[in-house]
């Protein structure tokens, strides 16, 4: 059965848990993806020199000589093959591990691989198996541990689920290592969400050339590269360039590329601000998108002077920094932004992540802010939440530039004429999701911000169109609040409700838009108290009466009924497009077109069926599809490679390995598949677990032994007391022990079989069966995501007539009536005791 990715970044994270402990993922990182790496060369080498061998017989050599001549480095030169020498080969590695000093045997491997690979030059000295971790290396037994586990798999192109499978995987891995390091993680990865909300923004092409000055681990371009893909053009062929200043984390990107399939990626080693790299005939390169998220903040230059009084830090290409001389250790922010204007072509856009300092901080800054408006380059402000990158909890933005284009003799705004002129303020800091540890942006806050740059539109609350004019007046001030101020309304309080109640009609018709789209009539809620209040209707006596009222109005029941059929109709009518998907990899047909086709298909379709119902609006509806689709991409790619028969294998191939490890958390039977297709195995699973738990009880309280602890010590007391009322005979007892020990038997003999069912169920799927099973697991997976924002919505209503109630429903009146009554039942408990 192929790899699925589940099961490769189960196999990565293992390896990872090899090393971790020795020292933290900042350090080992580099460990666990040379070994991904160098595993992934010796597989693929094998198996082109096994064509080779089989070639060189068919032509009439001996299987000796063709054994031979498989050795010639000319074999390997076709596109994607490395030259991988004896000394570097996994089989080898396996066979040499039990010697002493793994470390310089792995390291001998990898320089093997980067020395006789002009494209690897550079790329893997990074990374030294030998090098001390605090005052040692690592043990020769944790090396042999990270080798035997990575023989566990084989990692060529047939052996995965779909073709991209160890990009993705390596991805995974990256934003593990990221989570993991903590602060250090920002250095070298920006999350995903953010990432591709910028690529959307920009919209690269093929035919661009797209730059990352900081490129990290290099998830920008991967991210343009998969835009690309995924409208109908081949992102390997893309034009990618990026500089990356720690060796590390740069050797980690261009892995990163060659696992993705991408072997034309032009990534640099070096100070992007000091000693640019990408210079043809001696002038710095231009691109045509720019995508970045450079350091927050960091020092530039230094107040070393030479003799003749000017800076000793000297940048190279020092015309890219126009509006600022390098003078000290200043903030490098605008300095990375100047750079990246100045190698933007005519027309070209750029993307940035900066910190909010830059929109408002004086001196040096206010000048470079000034000239980027002026000059009209800026194009968009966009505030993003707080806490979402990795390494600062301080709210980000993301700016948007255009440059400029020749008119003649002069250069002119390069922006649309309508946008000319004008920036666009958004102001998004309130959309996202709070996670855990981390907050994230989802796919309709993404639509929300993308379509709002794309109709460069003013939203009331959350975007706003500023002319230059304006700008200059506010002396160049770009403090995203105010021009775009998001910040919630006050609660309103109305005096005379606080006092003798009453709902005031004003505020119910602030509420008017979300009643509406949900279908309430708030009339069927609240009654007419007189022209300016309502009152709760007589029977919602209680608070907690408001939920039950608000879940089972008729006019909530039939939007909530109607946006559900409309659902249903949608999916009858385009989810044979999803199906259709099957096996077209091994039809020959186009993946990427396909894919395209589908996503346009379903993004189009679905929002005309769903936002015509008024309930959810534009945003909520996209963001559906949009989450539907980053949830269920892997599963499409399966389905195009193997067919819906092999997205079941490899469900199925991902169940199993849970299973197996044995320090997994996942249950196999909460998976998807699982639910489906064995149901009645899960039923009686249930109610094994089920029966346990009773007996248990049962026999923790008739038998005082039997409970720990306090709740032990207190069933002994009773018993000693003589306290018969529950006392169980030793026969019941002992049946009830007897039964538990059943009921356990049957529940390993059914965990024991749980691979044994699964494996009949799957394989006596037929292609039909599969793809009727596929489709109604998606159906299930997209309703649930209808189903969730749906509730959302409703809980907002139900959260204003709380809020009502909780301000209106107790008036001061009733408060002191009540004060005055508590007081004279005092009074009369004071008499009765004659104290008074």
């Not at 681990?217 to 500089?243: C, V």
């Not at 991408?262 to 640099?268: K, R, V």
């Not at 002992?734 to 049957?746: G, I």
Request: with cysteine.
């Amino acid at each position: 059965m192929p790899l699925t990715l589940p099961q490769l970044e189960r196999h990565l994270f293992k390896a990872a848990d090899i090393l971790r402990g020795k020292m933290d993922a900042s350090e080992f990182k580099e460990y666990i993806f040379g070994m991904l790496f160098l595993k992934r060369c010796s597989d693929v080498f094998e198996q082109r020199r096994a064509e080779v061998i089989q070639l060189e017989i068919e032509s009439g050599k001996t299987p000796a000589e063709a054994e031979a001549s498989a050795e010639n480095k000319r074999w390997y030169k076709k596109d994607g093959y490395f030259w991988v020498p004896k000394e570097s080969r996994y089989s080898y590695l396996v066979n040499n591990s039990r010697q002493a000093n793994v470390g310089s045997l792995l390291s001998k491997a990898l320089a093997g691989i980067e020395g006789d690979n002009v494209s690897l030059y550079d790329v893997l000295e990074h990374i030294d198996f030998t090098r001390k971790i605090g005052q040692s290396k690592i043990p020769d037994i944790k090396l042999q541990q990270l080798i035997t586990h990575f023989s566990l798999h084989r990692l060529r192109n047939e052996d995965f689920e779909f073709p991209d499978l160890l990009g993705a995987a390596y991805e995974y891995l990256i934003g593990e290592f990221a989570d993991s390091a903590g602060k250090k993680g920002g250095e070298f990865y920006t999350p995903r969400s953010v990432v591709r909300m910028m690529v959307r923004l920009l919209k690269p092409e093929l035919k661009h050339d797209i730059y990352d000055p900081c490129c990290g681990s290099g998830g920008m371009l991967i991210a343009a590269k998969e835009y690309i893909d995924e409208h109908g053009e081949d992102g390997r062929k893309a034009n990618l360039f990026g500089q990356e200043f720690n060796g590390t984390v740069w050797s980690i990107a261009k892995m990163n590329m060659l696992l993705h399939g991408i072997s034309t990626a032009n990534l640099q080693n070096e100070d992007t601000l000091a000693e640019p790299q990408h210079v043809e005939g001696g002038e710095l390169m231009h691109f045509d998108r720019v995508l970045t998220n450079p350091p927050f903040s960091i020092a530039w230059g230094n107040t070393e002077v030479d003799a003749d009084g000017t800076p000793a830090w000297k940048p190279k290409f020092p015309e890219r920094f126009p509006y600022q001389v390098p003078l000290g250790a200043k903030k490098a922010d605008l300095m990375f932004l100047q750079h990246m204007v100045h190698v933007t072509r005519d027309g070209g856009m750029i993307a940035t992540v900066m910190p909010h300092g830059v929109l408002f901080r004086g001196g040096d800054e206010g000048d470079i802010r000034a000239a980027l408006v002026e000059q009209d380059l800026l194009e968009a402000v966009i505030g993003v939440a707080p806490n979402l990158f990795y390494g600062t909890g301080i709210p980000a933005c993301v700016l948007v530039l255009r440059q400029q284009v020749a008119n003649g003799a002069n250069r002119v705004s390069g922006k649309p004429a309508e946008r000319q002129g004008k920036v666009l303020f958004i102001n998004a800091d309130r959309e996202y999701f709070e996670g855990r540890a981390q907050n994230y942006l989802l796919p309709e806050h993404i639509e929300k911000i993308v379509n709002t740059f794309d109709e460069f539109r003013a939203i009331d609350g959350f975007s706003a169109i500023v002319d230059k004019a304006t700008l200059k007046a506010n002396g160049y001030n770009l403090n995203i609040r105010r021009y775009a101020d998001n910040a919630p309304p006050p609660e309103p309080h109305d005096v005379r409700a606080h006092l003798v109640g009453g709902i005031p009609k004003a505020e119910v018709a602030d509420k008017a838009k979300l009643f509406s789209a949900h279908g309430l009539n708030p009339l069927d809620l609240l009654v007419e108290r007189d022209a300016k209040y309502f009152d709760f209707a007589p029977a919602l006596a209680t608070r907690q009466s408001l939920k039950p009222a608000i879940e089972g109005n008729a006019g909530i029941n039939a939007k909530e009924a109607a946006i559900r059929a409309a659902f249903e109709q949608w999916w009858q009518a385009h989810s044979a497009r999803i199906t259709a998907l099957s096996g077209q990899m091994q039809q020959g047909e186009d993946k990427a077109s396909s894919l395209v086709a589908l996503r346009a298909d379903l993004l189009q379709s679905f929002s005309q069926s769903l936002e015509a119902i008024g309930l959810l609006d534009p945003f909520q509806v996209r963001g559906i599809v949009a989450g539907f689709w980053y949830q269920t991409k892997y599963e499409f790619l399966t389905l195009q490679a193997r067919g819906a028969k092999g997205v079941a294998d490899a469900w199925r191939t991902s169940i199993v390995t849970a299973l197996e490890d044995k320090a997994s958390k996942e249950s196999p039977l909460e998976h998807k598949l699982v639910k489906f297709l064995m149901s009645d195995f899960v039923e009686a699973i249930t109610e094994l677990e089920a029966k346990k738990a009773e007996l248990d009880s049962q026999i923790k309280a008739a038998s005082p032994k039997e409970a720990e602890g306090e709740e032990g010590e207190a069933a002994e007391v009773a018993a000693d007391e003589g306290d018969d009322e529950n006392a169980v005979d030793e026969a019941q007892l002992k049946a009830w022990k007897k039964e538990l020990a059943a009921v356990k038997k049957q529940l390993k003999a059914k965990h024991d079989s749980f691979k044994q069912h699964i494996d009949a169920a799957v394989d006596g799927l037929s292609p039909e069966a599969s793809a009727d099973l596929l489709l109604t697991i998606l159906h299930n997976d997209m309703k649930a995501i209808v189903e969730r924002y749906i509730a959302a919505q409703r809980k907002q209503i139900v959260a204003a007539f709380e809020t009502w109630w909780d301000k209106y429903r107790v008036t001061l009146t009733e408060i002191e009536g009540k004060r005055d009554e508590a007081a004279k039942a005092l009074q009369g408990f004071l008499k009765g005791l004659r104290y008074v």
